[in-house]
């Protein structure tokens, strides 16, 4: 066969070329180029107006930045020392560094809010990473209780008894278990506000009375800056998760009276601008409670941005329960799991999952939402950068606020979205 | 007329000794009426079920053989007529129905295994949660079942990763981890493949060897006449015929079950 091969064919090379790298436009980063940046007209022409605009970003950026100025008393010291030229002048954030964190928080005490924020990150770590140990959880469970006592300070006892009424709840459930799932919820229910409305008044004056542990009392009013946005958005996203699951369940429940309860919550909070809802607080709240208590600003603003958040959420993991398979519920029916350990180890697991993305948007917002509260006069960032404007010192200032602002905010959302891929790619488990 | 002789596709010799039907009732069904809004699935149902019996469940589509199994554990409610499993009526009662549901295991035509969740802890989860078993117990039950089942290499795997056949066989194994009295199978094999299909048969007659009470919704005609003590015929929500399987297949009485059967066994 070779023989007529070589009869018909003038040339046979017999040995393997070496192999060459491709031609210099077939290579490396001028292929990349010319496929991503230079591929036809438009996507050249796109290319070279993207190079101008962030030329020019820079050009005009680039400068004010570069003649930062991070010492001075006041904006006009500032220009005294830019001499004319433009510059950016950090000496703001540095001089109100204290009030953007704090507020008006007395400054003897600052390492309470500190601390508060410290402690945060501990009791996170078990809920967050399953490398911290499991343990640990316990801390945070009582992180809620020991942070408002950080904070506000006041007798040690109130966020003690406080804390019992969750204990009562959960005591109800179980001791009401064999009753079934709905009577042991409502027990579940009705323990805990029982507790708060009869005992946990008086069992604060007594333990008090006996032994007097507290810290001094901190107002409310006396917040402001990060500290107002970290404990309305923590809190509000502590809070806004456990009541969105339970809204979500709500809904699907078959029972006719806590089905309309959620859809009638949901769909109305939903329906209704989160700013009306804060005035609410403001204005409104304080009529319907008990004449005589006086309830706090930060504590209506927290309930309201979470009500506002948890009808979110309840929809998202509405989303995730609908994406389940039926037999999952059938399969946890049929080993004997009763209703809410089915939620727990195989329902919600499962739900939740798929509701990651919505969940941490909606936290995302609720996070960024907590600068509306600067149009019910408390004095978050924002509302401090407004003040810190006004004052002779630092009148008209601008930028460099609301790049600090933002550029905080920015941190905390952007490690919350980091973190829900991180969490998507952990839980990644049907590997088809 | 000649005997028929199914096509069984089982290759190994099946040891009786041990499938005694006893004259205690597993479980007792009677005069029981299932309705889904206007449309009555399942009429006058009467059975009775012993321990240690292996009954096959056929019928055409649509006739209530998934319904009917179903109630058994109150994955769906009847509406009139008595149900007792092992002595416990199912009534609306939550705590008849987790004492049968804890003594009855079920198997599901699409696994239903549990996704986020190692084979390991599927198996181990309703021990530890409902039968309040330690950890380390439950462990060892759920080997000891994967290893029964032949797949004990894969205990550390999710779902995800086995083949259809591998899940059914887990799934057999979770139910058994609860040590249940009573199995049911709805139509196990029929989301397989057919060589899957004799793995998942063979599983089911090693059950079956043990003694275990099994009711089987199935198709497996040679499964049928291998391991069943009786097969019930079902259509249109009622129970039409039941025998033993020689009889059923060889002497069917009724022409629904003649026609059923020729469909099925292609004659
Ligand atoms: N949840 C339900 N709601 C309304 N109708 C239903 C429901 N489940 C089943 N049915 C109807 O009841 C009848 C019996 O259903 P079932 O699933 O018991 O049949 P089957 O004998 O198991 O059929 P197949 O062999 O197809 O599984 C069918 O006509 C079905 O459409
Ligand atoms: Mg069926």
């Given at each position: 066969m070779s023989d007529t091969h070589a009869q018909t064919v003038a040339f046979v090379r017999d040995t393997m070329l070496p192999e060459r790298e491709p031609p210099i436009l077939e290579r490396g980063a001028v292929k990349w180029m010319r496929e991503n940046l230079f591929n036809g007209i438009i996507s050249t022409a796109l290319t070279v107006l993207s190079v101008l605009v962030v030329a020019w970003g820079v050009a005009e950026i680039g400068p004010w930045l570069m003649r930062s100025i991070w010492d001075a008393e006041s904006l006009s010291g500032c220009r005294q020392i830019l001499d004319g030229a433009s510059g950016a002048c950090w000496a703001v954030i540095k001089d109100r560094w204290h009030q953007l964190m704090f507020?008006?928080?007395?400054p003897d005490l600052y390492w309470r809010p500190v601390l508060t924020l410290i402690l945060l990150f501990v009791a996170l770590g078990p809920i967050l990473f399953p490398w911290v140990p499991r343990g640990m959880i316990r801390f945070s469970a009582i992180y809620p209780f020991l942070g408002y006592f950080l904070l506000w300070g006041g007798s040690v006892w109130f966020p003690v008894s406080v804390a019992l009424g969750f204990v009562a709840g959960y005591a109800a459930l179980v001791a009401f278990r064999s009753l079934g799932t709905l009577v042991s919820t409502i027990a579940a229910i009705i323990a805990p506000i029982l507790w708060w409305l009869i005992a946990a008044g008086t069992l604060t004056a007594v333990l008090d009375s006996i032994v007097p542990l507290g810290l001094e009392r901190v107002d409310s009013d006396e917040f402001g800056g990060f500290l107002i946005s970290l404990v309305i958005g923590f809190t509000g996203i502590g809070l806004s998760l456990p009541m969105g699951i339970l809204l979500a369940l709500g809904r699907q429940s078959n029972m006719i009276l806590i089905k309309s309860v959620c859809v009638t919550f949901i769909e109305f909070i939903r329906g209704v601008p989160l700013i009306t809802l804060l005035f609410t607080a403001q204005l409104l709240l304080g009529y319907f409670?008990?004449?005589?208590?006086?309830?706090?600003l930060i504590l209506r603003v927290v309930i309201m941005v979470t009500f506002f958040a948890a009808a979110y959420i309840a929809e998202v993991v509405r989303g995730g329960l609908a994406a389940l398979p039926r037999g999952q519920y059938e399969a946890a029916d049929a080993l004997g799991l009763d209703y809410w350990r089915a939620q727990r180890l195989i329902i919600m697991p499962q739900a939740l999952k798929i509701s990651i993305p919505g969940i941490v948007n909606t936290f995302i917002g609720l996070f960024k939402d907590t600068t509306l509260v600067v149009f019910i006069g408390l004095l978050d960032p924002v509302g401090l950068s407004n003040a810190i404007r006004a004052s002779s010192d630092w009148?008209?200032?601008?930028?460099e606020l609301f790049i600090f602002i933002g550029a905080v905010f920015f941190i905390f959302c952007f490690g919350m979205s980091r973190y829900s891929m991180y969490l998507e790619r952990r839980l990644q488990t049907d590997h088809r | 007329m000649a005997e028929v002789q199914l096509?069984?596709?089982?290759d190994r010799e099946i040891d009786r000794s041990n499938m005694q039907v006893s004259d205690e009732i597993a479980i007792q069904i009677t005069r029981m009426n299932k309705w889904f809004g206007q449309f009555h699935v399942l009429r006058d149902i009467d059975m009775t079920v012993h321990n240690g019996e292996r009954i096959v469940v056929c019928g055409p589509s649509g006739s209530g053989k998934s319904t009917l199994i179903r109630c058994i554990n109150r994955l769906e409610e009847h509406q009139s007529g008595q149900i007792i499993v092992d002595g416990t009526e199912l009534t609306s009662d939550l705590k008849n129905i987790d004492r049968v549901r804890s003594e009855v295991g079920m198997v599901f035509q699409h696994f239903n295994l549990f996704p986020h969740l190692t084979i390991l802890e599927n198996c181990t989860l309703a021990p530890i949660w409902?039968?309040?078993?330690p950890r380390r117990e439950a462990e060892e039950t759920a080997m000891h079942f994967l290893e029964k089942v032949k797949?004990?290499?894969?205990?550390?795997?999710?779902?995800?990763?086995?083949s259809g056949g591998q899940q059914q066989r887990v799934a057999i194994a979770r139910s058994l981890c609860m040590r249940p009295r009573i199995m049911l199978f709805d139509e196990p094999t029929s989301a397989l493949d057919p060589e899957m299909i004799k793995e998942v048969l063979d599983t089911m007659i090693q059950l079956a060897e043990e003694g275990m009470t099994m009711l089987c919704v199935t198709h497996e005609m040679g499964f049928a006449q291998a391991v069943a003590n009786r097969v019930i015929f079902m259509d249109q929500g009622q129970i039409v015929e039941q025998n033993e399987p020689r009889e059923f297949f060889n002497n069917p009485q009724s022409d629904r079950t003649k026609l059923f059967l020729s469909q099925i066994l292609g004659h």
């Open positions: 507020g008006f928080y007395p409670l008990p004449p005589g208590t006086s309830f706090d009148q008209g200032i601008y930028w | 096509e069984t596709g089982i409902v039968r309040k078993v797949i004990p290499e894969q205990a550390n795997k999710y779902p995800g990763q086995l």
